[in-house]
């Protein structure tokens, strides 16, 4: 196909008529045009006074001779996969989020039959168990916004930015469009899917997977790998219903999905002699404004165009020598109760594909390397992160509140005593509390410093009504368990994958690692 790139739009107007204006710009006879479709839309508002949309679009012609100044596009060729093992065993797959999913569907496309143990519920029941503890503060510690079908993301923006250059990339977006996503995720610029419509895909995968030979056991932990001579040869499960319950399954190969937050899991696989090391990883705080003003700090007030609710992205380092930036920006989202151990506080953001609620709320967060433990241990991270998640659960009250504070008195050091202009949106409670008392001394400092800074790129970014609510810990793995140019572990048939094992942050790119370690399993076993 032909691209035709840099059509600018300054009004709301149909897709036929972005067609019409880019053939008469660039002086195309319509009646030569076979084929067309958006290849990208985005909004350039670098100039308040001339916000617009930025389109691309790939027309198919009669005789591209007629067009030679255009730039020739070649159609997405997935790379060819070598089966070269039948596979007497079934491979296992360890954890139903991005990763485990995809790794399941390529499976699947090549004619083998995964079984997928997921210690959480399916997502229906799941999406249940997650409204309970909002709504209750019961806690399921088994399946809530980290455990269960569709791994954290599922309660999440459902972004699908990455910076990964893969040809994968285009692959997942095809995919989910497959299964039930907006077809705008192929062409927009900052493509999401949205909470509410995730559930959904995410249930049409599952009758997929099993319409075509797989296999789900959910509410089921792994809690043993089975290794004889650095080889794999079955794992040790147990119902999470039913604790008396345990059974073994044979098999030769396992990808490890398993997400970032499954600490038991990585400590079992510490003591069976997997190679696993720290990582960096950052800690923080959600931060809530006003949807209305980042829209205005974004946007400007003088376009005519209906734009969708605004987002950012900020990043600051500081002469102490770390680094802060804002992650998993949630334009008209919530922040989320995302605990999945007792007595812990830990945040996330969500939205839902509309983006329309009333606060946009995004992670701050500081960087936290290996170097900040007085412990060699690779799971020194682990420990740093659960510590910071008992303060908080005791600092919001030991009930499952979350504590929240004012940004001017956070800055200040000072308690808040009330609730400004923006109303925090976590459920099922808050408390009014002072952050700096359980946040690490270089971590609430370099916060600081980052509000006064990001205020200065983003007005009304520290405005003193906003709301910080604490903490986030999860925003990536603490650990990484260490693979070979093959993605294998030092256990053979092992495939570490996914954010959990270190090798992703994101849906995206986590997807995009399930589908290369289903390949390296084919192709290596």
């Known amino acids: 196909m032909l691209r035709i790139n840099n059509i600018k739009i300054f009004e709301d107007i149909s897709d036929e008529k972005v067609l019409e204006i880019a053939l008469k710009k660039n002086k195309i006879n319509s009646t030569d045009i076979l084929d067309w479709h958006i290849s990208k839309k985005s909004i350039d508002a670098r100039k308040k006074d001339s916000v617009h949309y930025n389109y691309s679009i790939d027309i198919k012609v009669s005789n591209e001779n007629k067009y030679p100044n255009l730039p020739r596009v070649k159609d997405f060729e997935c790379p060819s996969i070598k089966v ?47 409204d309970e503890f909002l709504t209750t503060g019961k806690l399921n510690t088994s399946s809530n916004v980290q455990f269960g079908e569709g791994g954290a993301g599922t309660f999440s923006d459902g972004k699908l930015t990455t910076g990964i250059n893969s040809p994968f990339c285009k692959k997942v977006l095809e995919t989910f469009v497959e299964f039930g ?13 949205g909470t509410d ?34 080889k794999i040869y079955s794992v040790s499960c147990q119902s999470v219903i039913d604790s008396s319950k345990i059974n073994e399954i044979g098999t030769d190969s396992v990808i490890l999905a398993i997400g970032h937050s499954s600490r038991d899991t990585f400590e079992k696989l510490y003591e069976k002699g997997f ?28 376009t005519k165009l209906h734009l969708p609710p605004a987002e950012y992205k900020l990043a600051y380092h500081s002469p102490n020598g770390r680094s802060c930036y804002t992650f998993c920006m ?15 506080i830990v945040t996330n953001g969500m939205s839902k594909f509309l983006r329309d609620g009333q606060n946009a709320n995004s992670a701050v967060l500081v960087n936290v390397t290996p170097d900040d433990f007085q412990t060699s241990s690779p799971l020194a991270g682990i420990y740093f992160q659960k510590d910071l998640e008992k303060k908080a659960f005791v600092l919001g009250g030991s009930n499952y509140y979350a504590p929240i504070q004012r940004v001017e008195d956070f800055v ?36 600081k410093e980052s509000l006064l800074y990001f205020d200065k790129k983003l007005n009304g970014f520290a405005n003193p009504d906003s709301i910080l609510t604490g903490l986030e810990t ?32 994101g849906i995206m790119s986590a997807a995009v690692d399930g589908i290369k370690c289903a390949i390296a399993l084919m192709e290596n076993n």
């Not at 004619?111 to 799941?126: D, F, L, N, S, Y």
């Not at 996503?181 to 899917?193: D, E, G, M, N, V």
């Not at 650990?479 to 294998?488: K, S």
């Open 197 to 230: 419509n995730l559930i959904n895909i995410v249930k049409n995968i599952r009758q997929y997977i099993i319409s075509n030979g797989g296999t789900f056991c959910f509410n089921t932990k792994v809690i043993d790998f089975n290794i004889k001579e650095e």
């Open 412 to 447: 200040k050091n000072q308690k808040s005593t009330f609730i400004g202009t923006v109303k925090p949106s976590y459920l099922p409670g808050v408390t009014l509390t002072n952050l700096n008392s359980i946040l690490p001394t270089f971590v609430s400092s370099t916060l």
């Open 181 to 193: 996503a907006p077809r705008q995720i192929l062409y927009i610029a900052k493509p999401h899917i």
């Open 474 to 505: 999860r925003s990536s793995s603490p650990v990484r368990i260490l693979r070979n140019e093959q993605l294998l572990s030092n256990i053979h048939g092992v495939y570490p994958c996914g954010e959990g094992a270190g090798y992703a942050g």
């Open 84 to 130: 070269t093992n039948s596979f007497s065993k079934r491979p296992i797959i360890i954890g139903a989020g991005p990763s485990g999913l995809f790794a399941a569907i390529t499976l699947i496309q090549n004619g083998i039959k995964p079984i997928i143990i997921e210690q959480g519920q399916a997502v229906e029941e799941r999406k249940q168990t997650v």
């Open 275 to 302: 190679i696993l090391e720290g990582k960096n990883f950052s800690v923080g705080v959600r931060i809530e404004h006003l949807q209305e003003q980042i829209n205005h700090s974004q946007y400007g007030t003088i």
């Open 330 to 344: 949630c334009p008209g989202g919530v922040v989320m109760a995302s605990s999945s151990e007792k007595n812990t």
